[in-house]
């Protein structure tokens, strides 16, 4: 049997087992063929594939393969799986032939089965190795995409997103290096190469497709285009619970909080996961929106009861996001449910940093348990940023978390001798673009500059002085970052080299070595920073590093919401 034979055979087996009504004698049949067919591809005929010149065949084989990894025994946690070993090899002829050896329209299924099995098992592919398939892939896909059906351009932004996903895994595991700009697998233009044929065929999508495209740039915080946010209603009531939880946890992330749509169907066949995702963007939408939230929201309502007898079957991060629910009516039954079960998972050694942050900041009460965890988490953290002058911002990835929350930052910042004193004069709030962090910055500085010496000299060097002054400069997150070597970002779920107000520390650095030239300098004077949302702690990690390179200079920072947090303390 030849390859193209075999890969039909795998391809109409994969679809029987994934028919919701089997037949369970055929099924184990079918099993078995798949897993003899499989073994034949991998043991007694490996030329088939490392031969094959078809990419057309190579992709539907990845295809049928990662569609079967389900149906099949699992694998020992120190092997790798059938389906994962006839991906990566596939894998590794295709990177022989080369990318535009592929046809376009295969060039999602290829990468859908790598990204749908590199989730399953991480193990498939090194950070490496997906590096040196996704070079390939922004160097010939943007060329491709007319070759591409309205299906297949859903299915390459899923398989973008789960592949940043499953790097960003390697990241937190590995040992993190400093960041050499934004560390992204896909390149941006590729998103927006896709996203703009995408545009073309708005009205072909399914509302699986949809909701998938919303949850990929969500995950990897790409704007939503807005024929994106005008399909999606349209399409709810034709999602699946899932398809709807997704829709709406990335509707929210994203901040389309005025996008986000009460669901109408029952909650009864909910998953966990499913309830947690789609109560936080509910509650979040009632929360935030700048017009008075609705008193009462049934569909939230209704939510939160689906979700009071599921408590328990929660992980942490689900958990601290149905603890969203909590704030429109903090006390109650379901207040009590999450404190208990999160005690719990604390005593199993599963409660996760960001969620004990999240759930800091939503319980009404936090139980004593719960409350001293919180306490030994805020010591930690401000032990490591009290360290990065001397050591460096590169340990910050492994605290496991992005933020301390609006209440803990706030008092972070002011333990810190960051924090802006409210002194009773008016400041304007921020308001961002969905998905856009802002930072205003300020300053009034003094630069002196040690004029080099010639050699023939035997004279104290010269000094001059430059004033650099700032009345009001706006940064928006995601702009290009200035190139110095002062200030240094880390990873934290991604590289946070375009955070707004790393943005701003960066392009004062910049000014000043720039107007100094090539003597040495030093600054004096005040610089203010004033952001749209509390800082991540690998800016908080900036600012420590610019107090230390710049003692005589005065740094404060404040956030929206910053003065009246640090005044409930």
Same mark, same amino acid.
């Given at each position: 049997?030849?390859?193209?034979?075999?890969?039909?055979?795998?391809?109409?087996?994969?679809?029987?087992?994934?028919?919701?009504?089997?037949?369970?004698?055929?099924?184990?049949?079918?099993?078995?063929?798949?897993?003899?067919?499989?073994?034949?591809?991998?043991?007694?005929?490996?030329?088939?594939?490392?031969?094959?010149?078809?990419?057309?065949?190579?992709?539907?084989?990845?295809?049928?393969?990662?569609?079967?990894?389900?149906?099949?025994?699992?694998?020992?946690?120190?092997?790798?799986? /059938?389906?994962?070993?006839?991906?990566?090899?596939?894998?590794?002829?295709?990177?022989?032939?080369?990318?535009?050896?592929?046809?376009?329209?295969?060039?999602?299924?290829?990468?859908?089965?790598?990204?749908?099995?590199?989730?399953?098992?991480?193990?498939?592919?090194?950070?490496?190795?997906?590096?040196?398939?996704?070079?390939?892939?922004?160097?010939?896909?943007?060329?491709?995409?007319?070759?591409?059906?309205?299906?297949?351009?859903?299915?390459?932004?899923?398989?973008?997103?789960?592949? $940043?996903?499953?790097?960003?895994?390697?990241?937190?595991?590995?040992?993190?290096?400093?960041?050499?700009?934004?560390?992204?697998?896909?390149?941006?233009?590729?998103?927006?190469?896709?996203?703009?044929?995408?545009?073309?065929?708005?009205?072909?999508?399914?509302?699986?497709?949809? !909701?998938?495209?919303?949850?990929?740039?969500?995950?990897?915080?790409?704007?939503?285009?807005?024929?994106?946010? +005008?399909?999606?209603? =349209?399409?709810?009531?034709?999602?699946?619970?899932?398809?709807?939880?997704?829709?709406?946890? !990335?509707?929210?992330?994203?901040?389309? /909080?005025?996008?986000?749509?009460?669901?109408?169907?029952?909650?009864?066949?909910?998953?966990?996961?499913?309830?947690?995702?789609?109560?936080?963007?509910?509650?979040?939408?009632?929360?935030?929106?700048?017009?008075?939230?609705?008193?009462?929201?049934?569909?939230?309502?209704?939510?939160?009861?689906?979700?009071? !007898?599921?408590?328990?079957?929660?992980?942490?991060?689900?958990?601290?996001?149905?603890?969203?629910?909590?704030?429109?009516?903090?006390?109650?039954?379901?207040?009590?449910?999450?404190?208990?079960?999160?005690?719990?998972?604390?005593? $199993?050694?599963?409660?996760?940093?960001?969620?004990?942050? +999240?759930?800091?900041?939503?319980?009404?009460?936090?139980?004593?348990?719960?409350?001293?965890?919180?306490?030994?988490?805020?010591?930690?953290?401000?032990?490591?940023?009290?360290?990065?002058?001397?050591?460096?911002?590169?340990?910050?990835?492994?605290?496991?978390?992005?933020?301390?929350?609006?209440?803990?930052?706030?008092?972070?910042?002011?333990?810190?001798?960051?924090?802006?004193?409210?002194?009773?004069?008016?400041?304007? $709030?921020?308001?961002?673009?969905?998905?856009?962090?802002?930072?205003?910055?300020?300053?009034?500085?003094?630069?002196?500059?040690?004029?080099?010496?010639?050699?023939?000299?035997?004279?104290?060097?010269?000094?001059?002085?430059?004033?650099?002054?700032?009345?009001?400069?706006?940064?928006?997150?995601?702009?290009?970052?200035?190139?110095?070597?002062?200030?240094?970002?880390?990873?934290?779920?991604?590289?946070?080299?375009?955070?707004?107000?790393?943005?701003?520390?960066?392009?004062?650095?910049?000014?000043?070595?720039?107007?100094?030239?090539? =003597?040495?300098?030093?600054?004096?004077?005040?610089?203010?920073?004033?952001?749209?949302?509390?800082?991540?702690?690998?800016?908080?990690?900036?600012?420590? +590093?610019?107090?230390?390179?710049?003692?005589?200079?005065?740094?404060?920072?404040?956030?929206?919401?910053?003065?009246?947090?640090?005044?409930?303390?």
């Amino acid at each position: 049997m030849d390859l193209a034979n075999i890969v039909i055979c795998l391809s109409r087996i994969s679809r029987l087992l994934d028919q919701k009504t089997p037949d369970c004698k055929h099924q184990a049949e079918a099993k078995h063929l798949a897993s003899e067919l499989l073994l034949c591809l991998t043991q007694s005929r490996p030329d088939l594939v490392a031969s094959a010149t078809s990419g057309h065949s190579l992709s539907n084989l990845a295809w049928a393969a990662a569609r079967l990894q389900e149906h099949l025994p699992k694998a020992d946690e120190t092997e790798v799986s /059938l389906p994962s070993a006839i991906v990566r090899t596939v894998i590794s002829r295709v990177l022989l032939l080369g990318f535009e050896t592929l046809p376009g329209r295969d060039l999602p299924v290829l990468l859908w089965a790598l990204a749908w099995l590199q989730r399953m098992e991480a193990k498939l592919l090194s950070i490496q190795e997906l590096q040196q398939v996704t070079s390939e892939l922004n160097t010939h896909l943007v060329l491709r995409l007319s070759e591409v059906a309205p299906q297949g351009l859903a299915m390459l932004l899923w398989s973008f997103a789960a592949l $940043e996903s499953s790097a960003a895994s390697f990241r937190q595991r590995d040992k993190p290096e400093p960041s050499q700009g934004r560390s992204m697998l896909v390149h941006w233009s590729s998103y927006r190469a896709v996203a703009k044929e995408a545009s073309l065929h708005m009205s072909s999508f399914s509302a699986r497709e949809l !909701a998938n495209m919303a949850w990929s740039m969500a995950t990897v915080q790409y704007s939503m285009p807005g024929w994106l946010l +005008q399909e999606l209603p =349209g399409k709810a009531a034709q999602m699946v619970p899932q398809e709807c939880a997704n829709t709406l946890w !990335a509707l929210a992330s994203a901040s389309h /909080l005025e996008s986000v749509e009460a669901a109408t169907a029952s909650f009864a066949n909910w998953k966990p996961q499913e309830l947690a995702n789609a109560t936080w963007a509910l509650a979040l939408s009632s929360g935030r929106r700048r017009t008075p939230p609705t008193a009462n929201n049934p569909t939230l309502e209704a939510l939160r009861c689906g979700a009071l !007898a599921r408590v328990e079957e929660l992980d942490c991060i689900e958990l601290a996001m149905l603890a969203a629910a909590l704030e429109p009516e903090p006390a109650g039954e379901l207040a009590a449910r999450i404190s208990t079960h999160a005690c719990k998972l604390l005593y $199993e050694g599963r409660l996760q940093p960001d969620a004990l942050v +999240q759930l800091s900041e939503r319980l009404p009460e936090m139980p004593a348990k719960l409350e001293k965890a919180w306490v030994e988490l805020q010591h930690e953290v401000r032990r490591s940023l009290q360290a990065v002058p001397e050591k460096g911002p590169d340990h910050l990835p492994s605290l496991g978390l992005t933020s301390m929350g609006a209440a803990g930052s706030s008092q972070l910042l002011r333990q810190l001798g960051l924090l802006a004193v409210d002194d009773g004069a008016h400041v304007e $709030e921020l308001i961002p673009e969905p998905g856009e962090t802002l930072c205003m910055m300020h300053y009034d500085l003094l630069l002196t500059v040690e004029e080099p010496a010639t050699a023939s000299e035997d004279v104290q060097p010269a000094l001059r002085h430059l004033t650099l002054a700032e009345p009001g400069l706006l940064l928006s997150s995601g702009g290009r970052p200035d190139r110095q070597e002062l200030l240094r970002s880390v990873t934290l779920r991604f590289s946070r080299d375009r955070d707004a107000e790393f943005l701003a520390l960066s392009a004062l650095v910049v000014r000043a070595q720039r107007a100094a030239g090539a =003597g040495n300098w030093r600054l004096r004077g005040s610089v203010s920073l004033h952001i749209s949302q509390a800082p991540c702690l690998s800016c908080i990690g900036a600012m420590r +590093q610019f107090q230390h390179a710049f003692p005589d200079v005065r740094l404060t920072v404040a956030f929206d919401g910053s003065c009246q947090e640090d005044a409930k303390r």
